[in-house]
């Protein structure tokens, strides 16, 4: 399998045999998850490869240069500078417009001024960054791997992913809400369960100006759910009204609880709710829910250095995206309209609800 697999990924396969290995990858997720483990360890691999030759160039030609000679020949003498300038310069200018280049690229590829822009405008969207993780497994050697993959092939991915964030279950039979910049990006996406299962999902539909976007797993491995316990509320809720969420801001779920303190989100932002929560990266597409187990919203984000300043889009916007939907995909979004969590304590009403709540992981 794994000489497939690195057949396939340098382009070595007939373009039947390439149709015939990406339907077996779509339909089998271990199988999935060993391509994106084995192409992500040989990019590590092409990358250590190349920075070391890099070094190795630039250390040959440092050595071939006198400079102290250079310097007692050429700093004396301002024609000869000159010259050299004037014969030089363009080889000059376009070492220093590769270098810019390569500076640049460095800062856009680490995500640096995506980060800066978030400080600068205060916002601080939720999804939670697991590039760290990522980099320490991948240090093991591909033997190592391949069998961690193997003796975890019923937990689904042993790579934690690039990002993580929440979703909930908007049918029983495997749609599930996210916001849209959690899954932005994703080469490949996996939804883990209560029991730490792990199914392959892809997106089905976004709508990035409310952020949001809805999921289907494809795993034939998942069982549809039971009947969802909570509805989605169509009005506005009160200010103060008491709210509570549940999410992944790490490998557990999270409680959160608080009230509404502003009908408007950040910025005055109508789309969204202000809400007194502590929220975490990785709370991103957590379901916001009032004490009836009525589903008001959708955790998006928070405001960089305030305390007790998240936001939430309105449910009310959710299901207007999904009126926008694709017909193929609106026929199966029949959102539940009976409520079994009114009446309930929270203990009970969070039992209910962590079947529903799902970690996303995106690769």
């Given at each position: 399998?794994?000489?497939?697999?690195?057949?396939?990924?340098?382009?070595?396969?007939?373009?039947?045999?390439?149709?015939?290995?990406?339907?077996?990858?779509?339909?089998?997720?271990?199988?999935?998850?060993?391509?994106?483990?084995?192409?992500?360890?040989?990019?590590?691999?092409?990358?250590?490869?190349?920075?070391?030759?890099?070094?190795?160039?630039?250390?040959?030609?440092?050595?071939?240069?006198?400079?102290?000679a250079i310097k007692e020949e050429v700093l004396p003498k301002?024609?000869?500078?000159?010259?050299?300038?004037?014969?030089?310069?363009?080889?000059?200018?376009?070492?220093?417009?590769?270098?810019?280049?390569?500076?640049?690229?460095?800062?856009?590829?680490?995500?640096?001024?995506?980060?800066?822009?978030?400080?600068?405008?205060?916002?601080?969207?939720?999804?939670?960054?697991?590039?760290?993780?990522?980099?320490?497994?991948?240090?093991?050697?591909?033997?190592?791997?391949?069998?961690?993959?193997?003796?975890?092939?019923?937990?689904?991915?042993?790579?934690?992913?690039?990002?993580?964030?929440?979703?909930?279950?908007?049918?029983?039979?495997?749609?599930?809400?996210?916001?849209?910049?959690?899954?932005?990006?994703?080469?490949?996406?996996?939804?883990?369960?209560?029991?730490?299962?792990?199914?392959?999902?892809?997106?089905?539909?976004?709508?990035?100006?409310?952020?949001?976007?809805?999921?289907?797993?494809?795993?034939?491995?998942?069982?549809?759910?039971?009947?969802?316990?909570?509805?989605?509320?169509?009005?506005?809720?009160?200010?103060?009204?008491?709210?509570?969420?549940?999410?992944?801001?790490?490998?557990?779920?999270?409680?959160?609880?608080g009230y509404v303190s502003s009908r408007t989100g950040y910025?005055?932002?109508?789309?969204?709710?202000?809400?007194?929560?502590?929220?975490?990266?990785?709370?991103?597409?957590?379901?916001?829910?009032?004490?009836?187990?009525?589903?008001?919203?959708?955790?998006?984000?928070?405001?960089?250095?305030?305390?007790?300043?998240?936001?939430?889009?309105?449910?009310?916007?959710?299901?207007?995206?999904?009126?926008?939907?694709?017909?193929?995909?609106?026929?199966?979004?029949?959102?539940?309209?009976?409520?079994?969590?009114?009446?309930?304590s929270r203990k009970d009403q969070i039992k209910k609800i962590?079947?529903?709540?799902?970690?996303?992981?995106?690769?």
């Amino acid at each position: 399998m794994t000489e497939q697999i690195e057949a396939y990924l340098r382009g070595e396969m007939t373009e039947r045999e390439k149709a015939e290995f990406e339907q077996l990858r779509a339909v089998d997720p271990l199988l999935d998850q060993q391509v994106v483990a084995h192409q992500t360890f040989i990019e590590q691999l092409k990358d250590y490869g190349n920075k070391h030759r890099l070094i190795s160039d630039m250390n040959a030609i440092h050595e071939t240069l006198d400079m102290r000679a250079i310097k007692e020949e050429v700093l004396p003498k301002s024609m000869i500078v000159r010259k050299l300038w004037d014969k030089y310069r363009m080889n000059a200018a376009v070492a220093a417009s590769v270098a810019l280049l390569a500076v640049f690229s460095t800062l856009f590829s680490t995500g640096y001024f995506s980060k800066r822009n978030a400080l600068v405008s205060g916002y601080n969207a939720l999804r939670r960054e697991m590039s760290k993780e990522v980099d320490r497994k991948i240090q093991r050697s591909k033997k190592e791997l391949m069998q961690n993959i193997k003796a975890h092939s019923m937990q689904g991915p042993v790579n934690p992913g690039e990002y993580s964030g929440t979703g909930f279950a908007l049918t029983t039979s495997g749609y599930i809400v996210t916001n849209n910049h959690v899954i932005e990006g994703a080469d490949s996406i996996y939804i883990q369960d209560n029991s730490g299962n792990s199914f392959k999902a892809r997106k089905v539909y976004a709508q990035p100006q409310y952020d949001i976007a809805v999921l289907q797993i494809i795993d034939k491995n998942f069982s549809s759910l039971k009947s969802l316990p909570y509805t989605f509320k169509r009005s506005t809720a009160d200010l103060g009204e008491n709210v509570f969420t549940l999410g992944f801001p790490r490998e557990d779920y999270v409680l959160g609880t608080g009230y509404v303190s502003s009908r408007t989100g950040y910025k005055g932002d109508t789309v969204q709710y202000q809400i007194d929560i502590p929220v975490n990266s990785g709370n991103s597409g957590s379901p916001l829910l009032d004490t009836k187990g009525n589903v008001l919203g959708v955790i998006s984000g928070k405001e960089n250095n305030v305390d007790g300043a998240s936001f939430a889009v309105k449910s009310k916007y959710l299901i207007e995206a999904l009126d926008e939907a694709p017909q193929e995909v609106k026929d199966d979004l029949i959102l539940s309209n009976k409520n079994s969590l009114s009446g309930l304590s929270r203990k009970d009403q969070i039992k209910k609800i962590k079947d529903y709540v799902f970690m996303v992981k995106v690769y």
